[in-house]
């Protein structure tokens, strides 16, 4: 087997263009990233310079999630995604201070999520938690 066969993590770079109330949309770099550990869950990171704060944010949302706002509108709380026009998908992340809206390739989507689920198989998430692992981390912060 190939190092790179070994690796439980993807990471895949992206172009988010950054929704504001001006015509034009400024193209930021984010990072999708998936690991086998946390296999439910997807993150998007934005660089410090993106970011109102001026430190890099992480945005961690359902894999599941991301995958069905590439057909129809999805979900209702912080993280919410739908597609837009011919090849763009809709992210939305509300907080506190706002909401950011970004246009990302439906394209880079859903090679990420293939990628994705070369890895980890849509259903076999449960395999992957370690739960044994999880407790004990759980028991020990309780003390």
């Given at each position: 087997?190939?190092?790179?066969?070994?690796?439980?993590?993807?990471?895949?770079?992206?172009?988010?263009?950054?929704?504001?109330?001006?015509?034009?949309?400024?193209?930021?770099?984010?990072?999708?990233?998936?690991?086998?550990?946390?296999?439910?869950a997807v993150r998007m990171a934005f660089p410090a310079p993106a970011t109102l704060e001026g430190v890099e944010v992480v945005w961690e949302f359902s894999r599941d999630l991301l995958a069905a706002?590439?057909?129809?509108?999805?979900?209702?709380?912080?993280?919410?995604?739908?597609?837009?026009?011919?090849?763009?998908?809709?992210?939305?992340?509300?907080?506190?201070?706002?909401?950011?809206?970004?246009?990302?390739?439906?394209?880079?989507?859903?090679?990420?999520?293939?990628?994705?689920?070369?890895?980890?198989?849509?259903?076999?998430?449960?395999?992957?938690?370690?739960?044994?692992?999880?407790?004990?981390?759980?028991?020990?912060?309780?003390?």
């Amino acid at each position: 087997m190939r190092e790179q066969d070994l690796s439980t993590v993807i990471e895949q770079a992206v172009a988010a263009r950054l929704v504001a109330s001006a015509p034009c949309m400024d193209v930021v770099p984010a990072v999708l990233r998936y690991d086998c550990g946390d296999p439910f869950a997807v993150r998007m990171a934005f660089p410090a310079p993106a970011t109102l704060e001026g430190v890099e944010v992480v945005w961690e949302f359902s894999r599941d999630l991301l995958a069905a706002g590439l057909d129809a509108p999805a979900g209702c709380g912080d993280v919410r995604v739908r597609p837009y026009g011919g090849d763009r998908t809709v992210l939305e992340f509300h907080a506190p201070e706002g909401v950011a809206m970004v246009h990302v390739r439906s394209s880079d989507v859903r090679r990420f999520l293939q990628r994705s689920r070369h890895l980890v198989p849509a259903g076999c998430e449960h395999l992957f938690l370690d739960l044994d692992h999880d407790l004990a981390e759980l028991l020990r912060d309780a003390h």
